[in-house]
């Protein structure tokens, strides 16, 4: 299992970006996948969940309205859409396949004005 994490940068709040994950070694059609996050000094906490096929979604309280959780099961990539942003949203984000203990290096995500 591989998965490596990009898109992320500095961005203003209110502004947008879309995170992407390229997924590797194993069937990705066949898992879910989840986008996580860990800001300084705190704990990693789950943002958002999509089902195998993408007919299914979860969203963290702190994001449900803003964040969107997608896949292109053709490209081994699930996304994040991520609009409205905050500082609050500062963070290092992780995917993760449901089941796996692996994680990626992560994509910084910097909201300042």
């Known amino acids: 299992v591989q998965v490596v994490e990009s898109g992320g940068g500095l961005v203003k709040p209110g502004g947008s970006l879309r995170l992407s994950c390229a997924a590797s070694?194993?069937?990705?059609?066949?898992?879910?996948m989840s986008w996580y996050r860990q800001a300084p000094g705190k704990e990693r906490e789950f943002v958002a969940y999509?089902?195998?096929?993408?007919?299914?979604?979860n969203y963290a309280d702190s994001v449900k309205g803003r964040f969107t959780i997608s896949r292109d099961n053709a490209k081994n990539t699930v996304y994040l859409q991520m609009n409205s942003l905050k500082p609050e949203d500062t963070a290092v984000y992780y995917c993760?396949?449901?089941?796996?203990?692996?994680w990626g290096q992560g994509t910084q995500v910097t909201v300042s004005s």
């Open positions: 993760k396949r449901f089941g796996s203990v692996t």
């Open positions: 070694g194993f069937t990705f059609s066949s898992y879910g």
């Open positions: 999509i089902n195998n096929t993408g007919g299914s979604t």
